[in-house]
């Protein structure tokens, strides 16, 4: 078992391929998960009962299932309903929609944050539902969540591996094929955990960047 | 203080590396083995070549062989993990099977890596395709030609090889996990063939029993390809006493009797040898 840098260099351009599937998907899967999030969390408050009710079932019922059988299920079984989607867009969906049921809480906590007395002078001053939600209660809910949720989205880039198992050829993927056909792991594997070792540091100062920038509840 | 403890871990590591070393440097592999009572092989699940039943029962003309055999070595027991091809040889160089039973079919790259038993299954190429053959695939070529046809093969296996090395581009040969899922990803339009052996897809054809799909066999211009047991390097005694039982079956025709159910042929397996195989 020896490391070998020519080869290392052989197969870096095809690793390279996979880390940009494996960032787009990262950032695809970020937005829809930001927006399921959101919707859970609003569609939770409201005071319709049934649709509440069923939107909290269907979020426990997303996060209490593991991301792999939900990929599956997106990928393989959804086509016999008629819906087909491109791997990387199944991709993208199983990872927003599982990780927006995780987002809605942090939405929960920020929006349960606000004081009740913004509330009451929202109403005091007679707006509108939409008018208190667009301009009183999420510009000062958001900013104490954005460190909360950038935390989901580095442990979503995470997962993104397991979108090899519905045939995306992100990073891991990437590998496997170059290992499948050199016959070793070493350096594949070794230069996968590089990358994304490589990104999530990265990532993990822009986070602490937010944190100092929003993370603080401004009073 | 410092010293000491750099001497302990200097002991710890001396002795580390003679554990490291006396592993493989136990020559005697089939002693080994008889001693434990059981072999490990690799296999892939893709009947009929190796097959899983729902209750667990590892069966599949490959490991049928592989069990038969040992038995005859004194080794009573296979024991089977389900890996996929491109895992096969990595696996066995990490010591993780003694020796892999799954069609793996031979070929120089292969022959360099591992060494191999004498020719066992012996099977050509086959495309699954819609019915109609609305592309009109004949050989891999033809995929390469065709204007964004996408084929899927197991990662790592003889197929996926074949596709690229006909100049199907790496994007449109996708690597499918299993055979199930390449059945339904050319039912639902993923992809527009997907390719095995042709006896694993006539299997296939025959549980998916859907008048839609159809079968183009042989694929023209990829050989015949055979498989033999792979050992690791190094195991060539191990290799050389499974060679001799297995020439020994093939003569009393007790080969064809395991094999020839599943549909593969004895007469084909025995025409060829190892080293015309490995140098095709």
């Known amino acids: 078992m020896e490391w070998d840098w020519a080869f290392v260099w052989q197969i870096f351009p095809t690793l390279v391929e996979g880390v940009k599937i494996t960032i787009l998907a990262t950032l695809l899967g970020s937005v829809l998960a930001a927006f399921v999030g959101l919707g859970i969390a609003l569609a939770r408050r409201s005071s319709n009962r049934i649709l509440s009710r069923s939107v909290s079932f269907a979020a426990e019922f997303i996060r209490g299932t593991p991301l792999l059988v939900q990929l599956y299920f997106i990928f393989y079984v959804l086509p016999d309903i008629g819906i087909l989607l491109a791997p990387l867009v199944a991709g993208v969906i199983g990872l927003g929609l599982h990780y927006g049921t995780y987002t809605a809480e942090v939405y929960r906590a920020g929006i349960d944050n606000v004081p009740r007395g913004q509330w009451e002078a929202a109403k005091a001053c007679n707006l509108s539902a939409r008018q208190t939600w667009m301009h009183i209660i999420i510009p000062q809910a958001l900013p104490p969540m954005i460190p909360a949720l950038a935390n989901y989205f580095i442990a979503m880039f995470k997962e993104t591996p397991l979108l090899s198992a519905i045939t995306v050829l992100e990073l891991m993927n990437q590998a496997k094929s170059v290992a499948n056909s050199s016959y070793r792991y070493i350096e594949p594997i070794t230069m996968v955990g590089a990358f994304f070792l490589a990104i999530s540091l990265v990532a993990v100062f822009a986070l602490r960047w937010l944190e100092r920038r929003y993370g603080r509840v401004e009073t | ?280």
Do not use: W
Not at chain 2, 66 to 82: M, W, Y
Not at chain 2, 105 to 132: H, N, T, W
């Open chain 2, 1 to 280: 203080m410092k010293m000491k403890t750099t001497i302990a871990g200097a002991a710890g590591l001396a002795m580390l590396a003679s554990f490291a070393v006396s592993g493989p440097a136990m020559a005697d592999k089939l002693e080994d083995l008889k001693a434990q009572g059981f072999a490990r092989v690799a296999i892939a699940n893709e009947p009929p070549f190796t097959a899983v039943a729902a209750d667990g029962k590892v069966s599949g003309a490959a490991p049928d062989v592989a069990r038969e055999i040992f038995k005859r070595l004194g080794i009573d027991e296979i024991v089977a993990s389900i890996s996929e091809y491109g895992a096969m040889i990595p696996g066995l160089q990490a010591g993780r099977f003694d020796v892999v039973t799954a069609g793996l079919f031979m070929k120089p790259e292969r022959c360099a890596a591992v060494v191999y038993s004498e020719p066992v299954l012996c099977d050509a190429e086959a495309l699954l395709v819609k019915k109609g053959n609305p592309k009109g695939f004949q050989s891999y070529a033809d995929i390469a030609n065709s204007e964004g046809a996408t084929v899927g093969a197991p990662g790592g296996g003889t197929e996926e090889k074949l596709a690229l090395d006909a100049g199907v581009p790496r994007d449109r040969v996708i690597v499918v996990p299993d055979g199930q899922s390449g059945l339904k990803m050319v039912q639902d339009g993923r992809i527009d063939a997907y390719s095995l052996p042709v006896l694993s897809i006539n299997d296939l054809m025959m549980k998916a029993n859907d008048p839609n799909l159809a079968v183009v066999a042989p694929v023209v211009g990829a050989p015949v390809y055979c498989d033999g047991a792979a050992f690791k390097k190094g195991d060539e005694a191990l290799r050389d006493a499974y060679d001799v039982e297995l020439a020994k079956m093939k003569e009393s025709g007790e080969f064809a009797k395991i094999i020839e159910p599943y549909g593969f042929s004895a007469a084909a397996a025995m025409s060829t040898s190892r080293e015309k195989l490995c140098s095709q």
